[in-house]
């Protein structure tokens, strides 16, 4: 059976640190691209990281330099480092996995349940 679990959402204040990570189980992240969406209320799903089965990474600009993504094969996980958090970072945070990393949510083929970042001023 196969499960994407997301943690490490929690309360920061501005400037400080989190890190998300995303188990799976019942398949291998290495064969799969991984990418990290941040949903705001009342908005879509939106695609900010990514890290594809060669180790390759693309930011969105508002996370550039902020963020960065990895991939732990033998622990099949992968984490998102949030450093100097913003206010505008407060969203649910969700992992998901595909084959091809799609721009859009609703293409992958896995996902989790999110976790929530709350970054007070």
């Known amino acids: 059976q196969v499960h994407l679990v997301e943690s490490g959402g929690g309360s920061v204040q501005a400037g400080g640190s989190l890190r998300l990570s995303c188990d799976a189980s019942?398949?291998?992240?290495?064969?799969?691209?991984v990418a990290w969406f941040q949903q705001v209320p009342g908005k879509e799903r939106e695609r900010i990281v990514y890290?594809?089965?060669?180790?390759?990474?693309m930011y969105t600009g508002s996370v550039q330099g902020r963020f960065a993504i990895s991939k732990d094969n033998a622990e099949n996980t992968v984490y998102l480092q949030m450093n100097n958090l913003r206010p505008v970072d407060t969203a649910m945070y969700y992992c998901?996995?595909?084959?091809?990393?799609?721009?859009?949510?609703?293409?992958?083929?896995?996902w989790g349940q999110g976790t929530q970042v709350t970054v007070s001023s």
């Open positions: 890290i594809d089965i060669d180790g390759r990474t």
């Open positions: 019942g398949f291998t992240f290495s064969t799969y691209c």
């Open positions: 998901a996995a595909s084959p091809v990393c799609w721009e859009a949510f609703a293409r992958y083929t896995y």
